[in-house]
């Protein structure tokens, strides 16, 4: 079994700065993809920023230039670096993984965290 423990959210006035961590562990083998994604009251879950074993990565249009996604391999752990924060930004985030189990048949696995909260007041 795999957890994802996220940290890091709160409350920021606009043009503030928050910075997210998630942790993963348990029986990974190798994880491929680390990233984060947010859900907005009455919206659906929607991607903010994603981050491969490579080191590619992928950005909402909404966050780019302003959000920056990090990782710490050995720990696997990700970072969510979020800069001139707006009211639009309000959601919960949650930390994703896709990752190989320690058993050989466990590939391409999905783990979600229980979200952290963030709000930009305006």
């Known amino acids: 079994q795999v957890q994802l423990m996220e940290s890091g959210g709160g409350l920021v006035q606009t043009g503030g700065s928050l910075r997210l961590s998630c942790a993963a562990s348990?029986?990974?083998?190798?994880?491929?993809?680390m990233g984060w994604y947010c859900q907005a009251p009455g919206k659906q879950r929607e991607l903010v920023a994603v981050?491969?074993?490579?080191?590619?990565?992928n950005y909402a249009d909404s966050v780019k230039g302003r959000f920056t996604i990090s990782r710490a391999n050995a720990q696997n752990m990700v970072y969510l670096q979020m800069n001139d924060l707006k009211p639009e930004d309000t959601a919960v985030y949650y930390c994703?993984?896709?990752?190989?189990?320690?058993?050989?048949?466990?590939?391409?696995?999905?783990?979600w965290g229980q979200g952290t909260q963030v709000t930009v007041s305006s």
């Open positions: 994703k993984a896709e990752y190989d189990g320690v058993r050989l048949s466990d590939l391409r696995r999905v783990a």
């Open positions: 348990g029986s990974i083998r190798s994880v491929t993809a």
């Open positions: 981050l491969t074993s490579g080191g590619s990565t």
